[in-house]
């Protein structure tokens, strides 16, 4: 399970990692455009992974969907902490 979290890392930090700074940059960081730039980003990473062969449909549309998951749950925490709302779990 580890090694997988750090194959993972890779990723975020050489595509998903830049996505974000210059949506940022511009000012584009929606819901929106954190799920298309998941989406995108985990197509490019089975690509990569499954070169030089072909990606199997199933595994790109499971990557799209985790990657557009990823980020959606990336907007999330990053709307809240840039609004100032604090996420609480559980009652005290």
């Known amino acids: 399970m580890g090694l997988v979290f750090y194959f993972s890392l ?3 930090f050489l ?3 830049p996505c974000f700074l210059v949506l940022e940059r511009f000012q584009l960081v ?3 455009t954190a799920v298309i730039t998941g989406i995108i ?3 490019i990473a089975t690509v990569i992974v499954r070169f030089p062969s072909y990606p ?3 595994k790109l549309v499971s990557n799209a969907g985790t990657g ?4 959606f749950v990336f907007w999330v925490i990053w709307s809240g ?7 609480q779990v559980g009652e005290d």
């Open 15 to 17: 595509f998903g990692l």
């Open 10 to 12: 890779i990723f975020v």
């Open 56 to 58: 199997l449909f199933w």
């Open 41 to 43: 980003v985990g197509v």
């Open 68 to 71: 557009a998951l990823s980020a």
């Open 81 to 87: 902490h840039k609004t100032g709302s604090k996420i």
């Open 30 to 32: 929606r819901w929106w």
